[in-house]
């Protein structure tokens, strides 16, 4: 008796929920008498443009409290007068306008909590710039995104529902065992889930997943044996991760008979999520490109994220956030590690130290008639100075021919 009351407090909580959200999206309904809608939505699949790019924009740690009021850290003096969420809003419709993503992927701490009394008027307006664009878009939380007015679950299915917004709380739980073969009811953290780009339109690839996008849930805080650490990648994503790969190089089967001359099967993916795995610490030692100017701050577990990455085989790179003043890409084991740096002005940074954006462009390979699977991934970032200067281009992965 007493779950079924949990589960109806939970039902109405998601009434609630839904009606705030209702409420907060379509005031304007009742003046432009047009029928009630959820949400809108970007034209779909995600696919590569006729030009055969696809571009992501990857924004890192917007930290957004309520708009003007909220003011800057760690900008000049000169500058603190004038400074506010509304510069980090700028930034993105500038990035917007500039580079003109297909796709933008927010990794985190989108939201800062304790600077807003209303998580979901500071939502709307961080995402604003990009709910206004109507170019589709997708969010995973950092640790800081909860710590206003609503729990990591209610934030992902307030996002979830927001205009253009392609997030999801977590895949469906049926079909996914866990490792001694019984059910697994549920999957750890909240905004877990893939998302497939299709190939160039009119191209034999039109109808098929050739880049993967994966967002996974990274926590926010635990207490290991007494100490308080970050949050991990838990063993159930993890499995959730390895199966979803591998369902998704079944399907690549197809494709690779459909594209005989395409020397590799797997279509190459891309993670998402906030916290850096603790393996990113060794990069110090290593060459990087762009600056490792802060200690990373990760978790004291390491429950085998990079292990599972290399094992997958799919993934090329990693885009995290969290540490604002990293902003490097750096290889573990043939795999991409890169830092967005940080995004927002109510986020801390150093003074004189521009915010940055990083952009992620995929290139198909050209074939005798159409395009074909992915060729390259390449990766730069834009500083918020006066020139929106870009910095730090290089290539991530190359499809290596095979003869
Ligand atoms: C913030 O925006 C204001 C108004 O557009 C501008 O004057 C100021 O220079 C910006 N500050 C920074 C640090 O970019
Ligand atoms: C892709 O699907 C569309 C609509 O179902 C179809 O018209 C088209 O022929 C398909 N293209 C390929 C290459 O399979
Ligand atoms: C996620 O991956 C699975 C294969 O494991 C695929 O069937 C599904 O369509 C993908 N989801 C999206 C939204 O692309
Ligand atoms: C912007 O470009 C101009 C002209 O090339 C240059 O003089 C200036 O130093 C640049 N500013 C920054 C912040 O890079």
Same mark, same amino acid.
């Given at each position: 008796?007493?779950?079924?009351?949990?589960?109806?407090?939970?039902?109405?909580?998601?009434?609630?929920?839904?009606?705030?959200?209702?409420?907060?999206? +379509?005031?304007?309904?009742?003046?432009?008498?047009?029928?009630?809608?959820?949400?809108?939505?970007?034209?779909?699949?995600?696919?590569?443009?006729?030009?055969?790019?696809?571009?992501?924009? =990857?924004?890192?740690?917007?930290?957004?409290?309520?708009?003007? /009021?909220? &003011?800057?850290?760690?900008?000049?003096?000169?500058?603190?007068? +004038?400074?506010?969420?509304? $510069?980090?809003?700028?930034?993105?419709?500038?990035?917007?306008?500039?580079?003109?993503?297909?796709?933008?992927?927010?990794?985190?701490?989108?939201?800062?909590?304790?600077?807003?009394?209303?998580?979901?008027?500071? /939502?709307?307006?961080?995402?604003?710039?990009?709910?206004?664009?109507?170019?589709?878009?997708?969010?995973?939380?950092?640790?800081?995104? =909860?710590?206003?007015?609503?729990?990591? !679950?209610?934030?992902?299915?307030?996002?979830?529902?927001?205009?253009?917004?392609?997030? =999801?709380?977590?895949?469906?739980?049926?079909?996914?065992?866990?490792?001694?073969?019984?059910?697994?009811?549920?999957?750890?953290?909240?905004? $877990?889930?893939?998302?497939?780009?299709?190939?160039?339109?009119?191209?034999?690839?039109?109808?098929?997943?050739?880049? $993967?996008?994966?967002?996974?849930?990274?926590?926010?805080? !635990?207490?290991?044996?007494?100490?308080?650490?970050?949050?991990?990648?838990?063993?159930?994503? /993890?499995?959730?991760? &390895?199966?979803?790969?591998?369902?998704?190089?079944?399907?690549?089967?197809?494709?690779?008979?459909?594209?005989?001359?395409?020397?590799?099967?797997?279509?190459?993916?891309?993670?998402?999520?906030?916290?850096p795995?603790?393996?990113v610490?060794?990069?110090?030692?290593?060459?990087?490109?762009g600056q490792f100017r802060e200690?990373v701050?990760?978790?004291?577990?390491?429950?085998?994220?990079?292990?599972?990455?290399?094992?997958?085989?799919?993934?090329?790179?990693?885009?995290?956030?969290h540490d604002h003043n990293n902003d490097f890409?750096? $290889?573990?084991?043939?795999?991409?590690?890169?830092y967005?740096g940080g995004?927002?002005?109510?986020?801390?940074? &150093?003074?004189?130290?521009?915010?940055?954006?990083?952009?992620?462009?995929?290139?198909?390979?050209?074939?005798?008639?159409?395009?074909?699977?992915? !060729?390259?991934?390449?990766?730069?970032?834009?500083?918020?100075?006066?020139?929106?200067?870009?910095?730090? !281009?290089?290539?991530?992965?190359?499809? =290596?021919?095979?003869?």
């Amino acid at each position: 008796m007493e779950s079924l009351a949990v589960r109806w407090r939970h039902s109405f909580l998601y009434l609630a929920l839904i009606y705030a959200v209702l409420y907060f999206l +379509h005031t304007n309904l009742v003046l432009d008498r047009r029928p009630i809608r959820l949400k809108k939505w970007p034209d779909l699949p995600l696919r590569f443009r006729h030009d055969g790019t696809f571009k992501i924009l =990857q924004v890192a740690d917007m930290h957004y409290g309520t708009g003007l /009021l909220t &003011r800057c850290r760690d900008v000049l003096p000169s500058q603190f007068d +004038h400074c506010s969420d509304l $510069n980090t809003t700028r930034f993105l419709k500038t990035m917007i306008q500039l580079e003109k993503p297909d796709f933008i992927a927010f990794t985190g701490d989108n939201i800062f909590g304790p600077s807003t009394a209303d998580a979901a008027e500071s /939502l709307l307006r961080a995402f604003g710039p990009v709910m206004e664009s109507g170019l589709p878009w997708a969010a995973v939380l950092g640790n800081h995104d =909860q710590e206003s007015t609503m729990t990591r !679950e209610e934030l992902m299915y307030f996002i979830s529902l927001m205009d253009y917004s392609l997030s =999801q709380i977590n895949p469906p739980s049926k079909g996914l065992y866990n490792v001694n073969g019984g059910m697994m009811t549920a999957i750890d953290g909240f905004g $877990n889930y893939n998302l497939s780009v299709y190939g160039a339109p009119g191209s034999h690839l039109a109808n098929s997943s050739i880049l $993967n996008l994966f967002f996974l849930d990274s926590g926010d805080r !635990e207490t290991v044996q007494g100490i308080r650490t970050y949050g991990w990648i838990k063993e159930s994503q /993890l499995h959730w991760l &390895r199966s979803v790969s591998q369902g998704l190089q079944g399907q690549n089967q197809e494709v690779k008979y459909i594209t005989e001359t395409l020397p590799v099967a797997l279509s190459p993916a891309l993670a998402f999520f906030h916290i850096p795995v603790p393996e990113v610490r060794h990069l110090y030692y290593q060459k990087i490109i762009g600056q490792f100017r802060e200690g990373v701050a990760c978790s004291s577990v390491n429950s085998g994220v990079l292990k599972t990455l290399v094992s997958i085989k799919d993934v090329k790179a990693v885009f995290i956030g969290h540490d604002h003043n990293n902003d490097f890409c750096g $290889n573990l084991e043939g795999i991409w590690f890169c830092y967005g740096g940080g995004f927002g002005y109510h986020g801390y940074g &150093r003074a004189g130290f521009s915010r940055r954006a990083r952009v992620i462009l995929a290139e198909l390979r050209k074939g005798d008639k159409a395009w074909m699977g992915v !060729e390259r991934i390449k990766t730069w970032k834009r500083l918020d100075d006066e020139n929106l200067s870009k910095i730090d !281009e290089q290539v991530l992965w190359e499809l =290596q021919p095979s003869r």
